[in-house]
């Protein structure tokens, strides 16, 4: 038996609890919005297709019903217009997340919590400064998206399978994200070398990948979606599905997920995504990967970015 909370029956909560019935990933959903219509009606949409899934009981819900989850979603806030950066959304959904935390407290204290509303990092600081829940049940979905759109993007240049390309994108799920390509690699080969590793692919492949246009191309890829269709919601649902199956699973997976940083890398008191452990009881610890000098410096720079938009904020 598995129990998820969701709170946001928008875009993202909606598609969550979809893939979720799916792929089966839990007994029982339960869908909160503030716009109780709206979390109704998406939970009987989505109910009326279990016939063909595993079995589940989803419904539309409140703060009570969150009683005993093992994982809450929290999707709720204001989504990003077309131009808007995530962090122009900061202190709206702070204020929404404020009125949510204590509800959530007082009937789920021993969830973990996945926290996927924007600006994600922030929210994911706030939750752990204010929650009073312990750190490690709290986890921002933070560059997870990032590193899919990564991976799927190397993939789609090389023509090989997702699953054989390790690749991440580091620190905030926004603009400062990089990708320490010191740690890229296609079956173990390191991405610098896989080119010339290539016999009779090389001519489909050129002109030569250039890593900043697919830097460039992922910090871009929400917001190009988000112009064309008005939100993201596929692959950021396949992503927190994914984290949590990791933690049904209890098998400890590596994950860039955003939480609390404790002096990994120098860097302290913010959130941001580096290679994290996920396993049963949540964030299991960090791997401090070895960063290149300049990697390290683009991680500090985008830990900075974030604790400046922090200290102008009403957490
Ligand atoms: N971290 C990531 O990778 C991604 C994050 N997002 C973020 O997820 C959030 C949701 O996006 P969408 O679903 O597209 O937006 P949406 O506008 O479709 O849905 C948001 C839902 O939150 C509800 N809501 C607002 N205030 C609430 C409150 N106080 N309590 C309960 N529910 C409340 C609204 O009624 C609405 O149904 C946004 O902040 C968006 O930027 C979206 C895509 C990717
Ligand atoms: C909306 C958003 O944060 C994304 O698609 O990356």
Redesign the pocket.
Known sequence: MSKITI???????ATIAYTMVVNGTASEIVM????GE?SLGEALDIRQGTPFCAPVSIYAGSYEDAKDSDIVIL??????KPGQT?LD?AQT?VN?TK??IPQLVKYAPDAIYIV???P?DILTYQFCKTSGLPEHHIIG?GTI?DTARLRSRLSEYYNINQQNVHAYVFGE?GDTSFVPWSLANISNIPITQYRACLKEDKEVLSPELVYEEVETYIRKS?GKIIQRKG???YA?AASVVHICKCIFSATDTTLTVSSMMHGEYGIEDVCLSTLTVVGREGIKGKLVAPLNEQEQALLKKSADSLKDVIKNLDI
């Open positions: 709170i946001g029956a928008g875009s993202v909560g909160i919005d503030i716009n709206k999707t709720s806030g204001v989504a990003r995530r959304l959904n929404i009125t949510i996927v509303a924007n994600v979905s998206l799920h929400g939100a993201t919601f950021v």
